[in-house]
Every structure is written in structure tokens, then in C-alpha cells.
Nanobody, 125 residues
């Protein structure tokens, strides 16, 4: 079992920045890829970015450039953490942001793997 705890969401003004973090614990040796997803009201969940344990990153074409994913998974660490730096935020970025950890690439897109509880990001003036 893998447990995920997200942090860093909140209110931000348009044009501002936020940094989200997601800490994994438990069977972290089973994690190959960690990713960030978001779901806005009335919309389907979408992939923002994911990153493998080897550092290969994949971004949504529409968000690449403003969002940066990084991962801290030192081999001797008992934790695996994925971060999402979000810049130049707009009201359209308002959503619940969730972290996913999976043993296979693509599992998160089908809803599989482990999920955090989600953190709300609201971009408003």
C-alpha cells in the first residue's frame, strides 16, 4: 500500500504562483511514476504532468511552460515526494489538484494506482 499526502494548495491571485507537494509513504519501492492531475468543476480529470523514478517527465501540452514537476526519491530515503511548481496562474487553473502514484506508466490516466485526498487551488482576485 502507498499513502499520499498533498500540501500547498490555497488561494492565489491571477498571475501568482503556488507550489504543491505530495509525499508518498508505505511501499514506495513499488512506485514507478508519480503525477499530478486536476479536476475543475464540471470538467473531467486531466493529467498535468508525471515523472518516472528515472526522471522522465511528461507534460500536458497546454500547461507545459507554466507548470514544472520535480521529484525527490533518494534511494535510501523512506519517502518519495513529487512537487508541482505552478506559475502565471489564471482563473482557469482553479481546480482540485490530486497526486497519483503508480507502478506502470499510464495507470493514473485510467484512474488506477494510489491517490491523495486532493488539494484545492483557487485563483481569484
Amino acid at each position: 500500500q502507498v499513502q499520499l499526502v498533498e500540501s500547498g494548495g490555497g488561494l492565489v491571485q491571477p498571475g501568482g504562483s503556488l507550489r504543491l507537494s505530495c509525499a508518498a509513504s508505505g511501499r514506495i519501492s513499488s512506485i514507478l511514476v508519480m503525477g499530478w492531475y486536476r479536476q475543475a468543476p464540471g470538467k473531467e480529470r486531466e493529467l498535468i504532468a508525471d515523472i518516472t523514478s528515472g526522471g522522465t517527465r511528461r507534460y500536458s501540452d497546454s500547461l507545459k511552460g507554466r507548470f514544472t514537476i520535480s521529484r525527490d526519491n533518494a534511494r535510501d530515503s523512506a519517502k518519495d515526494t513529487v512537487n508541482l511548481q505552478m506559475n502565471s496562474l489564471t482563473r482557469e487553473d482553479t481546480a482540485v489538484y490530486s497526486c497519483n502514484a503508480a507502478g506502470l506508466v499510464g495507470e493514473g490516466l485510467s484512474g488506477d494506482g494510489s491517490w491523495g485526498q486532493g488539494t484545492q487551488v483557487a485563483v481569484t482576485s
